[in-house]
């Protein structure tokens, strides 16, 4: 049995996936960069020609004509299209970038939320943030500079025809920097993807500390490590700035390098221009037009050569992108999103309990997970929950208990033998079938977000004032409530740090209890509540409706109560039954059950 669906992985080239990307919106790219690009260069030429006509007749005539006085006409004219075309082609190319990078942020998010819940990224939190944040802007950057240079390339050719019209020889000394440029540019090209790597790799490091230290804050001052973390910190930086000034000295002398070659092929024209005769002899029309061509053919050469090494960097994004897609094809990168960039979000609703949903039997066969960084984990469970029973899995710390319920409900990938059936059919994706209305679940260590309250038990679910209260009253919250400073609108802070461990634990059974389901699963409530406390939780529970419950604990309170005790060692069941059987049976049983009291 497989817990993720992994699809076969489908490579594109980047060509392809640029083209896919644009295809999603032509309309706005053409109308945001391709319009009022193409009218302004439309307009140059005009006024470059302009400027030749006028130069010549200046030349031959004594005084100025009518040409002189349509050149400031034609000039106004050229600026005034491209004031007006540019800022409202502006806003529709800020709009078509934006959904860009927002459906690629959109796709990987939705890939990481497909996967295990305890496995979701394959790197740091560090690196999925510069992911998302640099390597995404990266693709945003290359549009914009594709587009540009495809309005430069038709702007150059015909503005090669006519210089070529008017002399091929310094035509051809024109174009020679630029071939100089590419050439330099290709070969510097697996330098400048090494340092780019390398600052990435750096970059994403100091945003994984960031993250860490402010995650840890209280850690590290009970452990006194402030000057240690900082000095951590500094080193990471150095490392960073580092990597950055190499990167950074390697684009601009390459940058500075397509400028100066242009302006040397400048010098190079005026002086051919200077000694040419017959044919190749240049009027002052001509030399005004070459000049004034070389301001645009200066931008195309530098863009070129942008557009080069902003490739090689889009190319390094793609692959750290591809990591965080962790295994699914190109094409779920670029799929088309649904963004609610103007409309309010949809409203969440809980999928309605059809006649399948509702829990008879659940079984699990040969149930096995092994950690690969220390091989251990849980092998060959064998359980079986019937609808109304509750069964509570028990054993020593490390015995495996939480990584039983996190395979049971495909937070964890079962290796391959793993079977579970709810009411006889197979499960095939246990991660996204045990969710509310089949399955809730508390875990040992929840996480609240900095938000209300509120908010962290509802997560957007509309429901009723009555049902909250009464998730918050089953949770034995309602009186912390009470003492909260705003009540339900208090917010808790970063990780609910305002909140006590037991506060956060009982905000945690609420959200769950929020979402009515058939079978809720409780990992170990007793590591942050005392023991009168739980035992009111169960007594509100279990006084109202006879739930299906599955609970890691190994309180006695819970343990009279349950219908099937699990114990566990060492990630094997040492025994099942009722308490009675289980402490006839099994002297490990015997040992939790005396601890328990002891404690
Ligand atoms: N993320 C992990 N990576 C590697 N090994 C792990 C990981 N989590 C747990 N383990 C190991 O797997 C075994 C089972 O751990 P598990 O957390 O399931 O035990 P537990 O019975 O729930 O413990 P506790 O009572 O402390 O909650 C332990 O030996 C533990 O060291």
Known sequence: MTTTQIPARQTLNLPHILWLLLRQQPWRYACGELL?????????LTFSLLLQVFFNRLQQQSGPDLALWLLPFAFILAALMRAILGSLGNRALVTALFKTTQTLRHNILKRILERPGARPLPGSTGEAISGFRDDIEIFAQLFSRLLNVFALTCFTSIALVIMLHASVRITLFVFL????????????????????????????????????????????????????????????NKRRHDAMVQDSVLSAALNSLFGNTVGIGIGAILIMAAIARGSEHLSVGDIALFISFLSNITNFV??????????????????????????????????????YLQRPLPQITLPALDAFSELHTLQARNLSYHYPDTGRGITGIHLEIKRGTLTVITGRIGSGKTTLLRTLLGLLPAEAEAEITWNGVQVAEPASFFVPPRCAYTPQVPHLFSDTLRENILLGLPVGEEQLHKAIRNAVMEEDVIQLEAGLETVVGVKGVKLSGGQVQRSAAARMLVRPAQLLVFD??????????????????????????????????????????????????????????????SAEMRYLWLKDEIE
């Open 36 to 44: 009022p690009l193409s009218f302004f260069l439309a307009g140059r």
């Open 177 to 236: 920097p630029l071939l100089c440029v590419v050439i330099v540019a290709q070969s510097m090209k697996k330098r400048l993807e090494k340092y780019r790597v390398a600052s990435r790799a750096a970059t994403a490091e100091v945003t994984g500390a960031i993250g860490e230290i402010f995650g840890s804050v209280q850690a590290i001052q009970v452990a006194g490590a402030e000057e240690r973390v900082a000095e951590h910190f500094s080193g990471l």
């Open 302 to 339: 530098q863009s070129i050569g942008t557009l080069l090494a902003q490739v090689t960097q889009t190319h390094v994004s793609l692959t750290r992108l591809r990591a965080l897609l962790q295994g699914a094809s190109d094409t779920a990168l670029v799929a088309p999103a649904e963004l």
């Open 524 to 585: 170990d409530l007793s590591s942050a509540l005392d023991v009168a406390t739980e035992a009111r939780l169960w007594e509100r529970l279990f006084s109202e409706e006879q739930h299906t419950c599955l609970v890691v604990s190994h309180r006695r309170t819970i343990l009279q109560r349950a219908d099937q005790v699990i114990v566990l060692k060492e990630g094997h069941v040492e025994v099942c039954g009722c308490l009675e059987e289980v402490l006839e049976q």
